[in-house]
């Protein structure tokens, strides 16, 4: 590596790059002369073995440059005032934490406005399951009622450290109970 540069390979790129574009100028320019003296696109298509389409945009520069332009990936800005939807998802947050006084065993069924997806049935004794119900919870409550009646203090605090959060709603908790912040990191 150390008998070479960056401006060496750089080089060798732009090289390469100029001696395609004059090729491919030149092989144009030929195809095009040859369909002025009458041979037919088809002809050329069969006895050079391009496809039909590779024919038509050398006939037609402007049609390679279309298709050029089309294929380029670039991405639409947007809007200067815009906001993610994670800013804007109004998570609830509770009003304390001793409110919190849901289950802690068993097996429960969650609300259809809080989990949707079908396995909306939780046995808490997995854990599994227990951090996957605090999370829906968690992420989709509308109410302060929904995080009282399903979340309880004690398992959120031992569970906080490992949940896989939105980071505005880990954010805004964290906040709102900063002994969260402290289970987190004894737990670590």
Do not use: C
């Not at 050398?58 to 800013?87: F, M, V, W």
């Not at 031992?158 to 959060?165: G, V, Y």
């Amino acid at each position: 590596m150390s008998q070479y540069s960056e401006g060496d390979l750089r080089a060798v790129v732009a090289r390469y790059e100029a001696t395609r574009a004059a090729a491919l100028t030149e092989r144009d320019e030929q195809l095009r002369a040859f369909r002025a003296a009458g041979w037919r696109p088809v002809d050329l298509q069969r006895i050079t073995g391009y496809s039909r389409e590779t024919i038509r945009q050398a006939l037609r520069p402007e049609t390679r440059r279309a298709a050029n332009l089309s294929r380029r990936k670039i991405l639409p800005q947007p809007p200067a005032d815009y906001r993610s939807y994670a800013d804007r998802k109004p998570y609830m947050v509770a009003d304390s934490l001793t409110a919190l006084a849901g289950p802690t065993a068993g097996v429960i069924i969650l609300p259809r406005h809080l989990d949707w997806s079908g396995h909306a049935e939780y046995d808490l004794s997995r854990p599994a399951r227990l951090a996957s119900m605090y999370k829906v919870v968690l992420t989709e409550a509308g109410t302060v009622d929904d995080l009282n009646t399903w979340l309880h203090a004690d398992l959120l605090r031992m569970l906080w450290p490992t949940l896989w959060l939105p980071p505005q709603l880990r954010r805004r908790w964290e906040e709102a109970f900063p002994e969260l912040v402290t289970t987190g990191t004894n737990a670590a």
